[in-house]
């Protein structure tokens, strides 16, 4: 069994809209003391990371036509290129999810290579989110994976955190990641392409259980929680 300290696989969020410098003043102090993979914060908010954290083991990554992944491509591509020169080392890119649910394969791997292409040139590694509680089957899923490893990907990503569906009653819940999806997108990479796990993991036991399922990094703005429940735990 893999013996990595869980809380080393967190890349911590502090990507809601009303999040200040402050916050990311605060969580950068969080992220150096239990020590997480990385911070992802707003594309605005990586010089600020960059300059905490110098000297630090803890990355800055940051996120790229997030939330919605609707922006162009050569929009991503240029909040990419912006973002590796203000110090991110890994970008968390959206697919544009309409083109994916219309089956607009070409675009969206375009879209997608666009993005690892510049980042790579800068040496910095791309994740690539699916928003996979907003798409309908497994096939759609299996095909964003092997578009994602195509193009050159490090990461399969499952959510951004504030993916939304309407329940019967017509209430917003918040989509993220599952067990079945962490499964399911692991069985669809080759070993060259890792598995993140991201939106709704609030609990120490909740990342245990998605790690065992092949996730090798964990987006989560619950960072404090997991980490106290990490403590004297000897699994991880
Ligand atoms: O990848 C990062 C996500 O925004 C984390 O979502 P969360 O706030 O539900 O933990």
Not at 2 to 15: E, G, N, R, T
Not at 76 to 105: F, H, P, R, S
Not at 188 to 216: F, H, M, N
């Amino acid at each position: 069994m893999m013996s990595k300290p869980i809380v080393s696989l967190i890349d911590h969020a502090v990507l809601h809209p009303t999040q200040t410098d402050d916050d990311v003043r605060a969580a950068c102090e969080l992220c150096d003391r239990v020590g997480v993979a990385s911070i992802c914060v707003k594309p605005s908010h990586v010089p600020l990371a960059a300059e905490l954290l110098k000297g630090s083991a803890v990355k800055v990554s940051t996120v790229i036509g997030f939330p919605h992944g609707g922006t162009t491509t050569k929009a991503k591509a240029t909040e990419t290129l912006e973002a590796c020169q203000q110090g991110a080392v890994e970008v968390d890119m959206v697919v544009n999810v309409g083109k994916a649910l219309a089956g607009d394969w070409d675009y969206v791997l375009a879209d997608i290579k666009a993005v690892v292409d510049v980042a790579r040139q800068a040496g910095t590694i791309t994740k690539v989110i699916f928003e996979t509680g907003l798409l309908p089957d497994d096939a759609t899923k299996q095909k964003l994976c092997e578009l994602s490893e195509q193009a050159g990907a490090a990461f399969v990503k499952t959510s951004t955190g504030f993916g939304f569906v309407k329940d019967d009653s017509g209430a917003l819940q918040s989509t993220g990641a599952t067990e079945y999806d962490i499964r399911l997108m692991r069985a669809a990479c080759s070993d060259k392409v890792q598995v993140k796990a991201s939106g709704g993991i609030r609990s120490y036991e909740d990342a245990v259980k998605l790690v065992a399922l092949g996730a090798t990094r964990l987006g989560t703005s619950g960072t404090e929680a997991i980490a106290a429940g990490a403590e004297n735990k000897a699994d991880y």
